[in-house]
């Protein structure tokens, strides 16, 4: 934290300028469990570097969202695991709901956004509750909080349907931790406007590419002596100068250059994908995009796993 101060904030440590989005940390309290104890004003939990001992609250986790100076800074939440009981969602969603009015009175960082995190499992009035009680604080944006925590895709489309109706639809709705390219489809005709995901690049590390008709292991054997580009037609810098079997050998050999090329070429993709769905909407054909699209994707079960428990 001292040393990005220094720099002036993540902008300047970064050299990027455009918006950044920081997380409060539930989720990552969430991930923590085996060390960690909830308490009624925050976490208290173990270093996992060195045991010490450590506490984040909502005027911890703000203030440190506001040394980062993030553009938008989510709220501190209470995230439970999609195997928890009734009574231990519900006890999450309190938490949630009192810890989110404390951040909301925190101060921020100039032109800071501060978006509440909804939580609630698969309980119908649980999210319901949950999400009026935030909208009530008038956060400047929504999130769907609870997905991407293990559970099947069904239950995971299903907290979003039982979450979306009870936002404001002129106000920014952002399904955390998610997903693939299919499910940013389906999320989006549910009314989601934001995602986040470590999939581009995380599967990339393990040698698998993102193409408009599901993933494929470049390592594999097939790709030995494939000479095309990872999709014909993408416009990347991978597909634009590089072959598979020239791929596939960089990854076989541990070179680094490899992870990077097929991470640019997911990451491409889903910037792609999330212009061509932008152009779809305004012109009035999602719908025929979103059957298209759908019909002609094969997921596969190794990238749906991969996206559990992180985000």
């Known amino acids: 934290m001292e040393i990005i101060g220094q720099a002036g904030g993540l902008h300047r440590f970064m050299n990027w300028p455009l918006p950044i989005l920081t997380d409060s940390g539930g989720f990552q309290v969430f991930s923590l469990a085996k060390i960690r104890k909830i308490k009624a004003h ?9 045991g010490s001992l450590l506490f984040l609250g909502p005027k911890e986790s703000m203030g440190i969202q506001r040394e980062l100076g993030s553009d938008i ?22 938490r949630t709901i009192r810890w989110a009015g404390e951040c909301r009175e925190q101060p921020r960082a100039p032109g800071q956004l501060v978006f509440g995190i909804v939580q609630g499992g698969s309980h119908a009035e ?20 609870g997905v991407s925590v293990g559970e099947p895709e069904p239950e995971m489309l299903r907290a979003v349907e039982l979450t979306e109706p ?9 399904a955390m931790g998610l997903g693939t390219p299919a499910q940013l489809v389906e999320l989006v005709a549910r009314g989601v406007d934001m995602f986040d995901c470590v999939l581009p690049t995380r599967v990339a590390r393990n040698g698998t590419a993102f193409t408009r008709r599901g993933t494929f292991a470049i390592k594999g ?10 999709e014909e037609g993408c416009e990347c810098f991978a597909c634009r100068n590089h072959t598979r079997a020239y791929i596939r050998h960089l990854l076989n050999v541990n070179e680094i250059l490899g992870l990077r090329l097929v ?4 990451s491409h993709l889903y910037l792609r994908l999330m212009a061509d769905i932008r152009a779809h909407l305004a012109a009035g054909t999602f719908g025929a995009f979103r059957e ?8 596969t079960s190794r990238v749906l ?6 985000r």
């Open 42 to 50: 925050g976490v208290e939990f173990r270093s996992h570097l060195d």
């Open 73 to 94: 800074a989510m709220v501190f939440d209470d995230c439970p695991p999609h195997t928890a009981t009734a009574k231990e969602v519900r006890a999450a969603v309190e």
């Open 292 to 299: 298209e699209f759908i019909a002609h994707y094969t997921p």
């Open 126 to 145: 649980l999210r319901a509750h949950c999400a009026r009680e935030l909208v009530a604080m008038n956060f400047d944006g929504y999130a769907i909080g």
């Open 263 to 266: 991470s640019i070429h997911n």
């Open 305 to 310: 796993a991969a996206r559990v428990m992180e």
């Open 166 to 174: 009870h936002l404001p639809a002129h106000q920014p709705r952002y």
């Open 221 to 230: 054997g097939a790709c030995k002596a494939d000479f095309r580009p990872i």
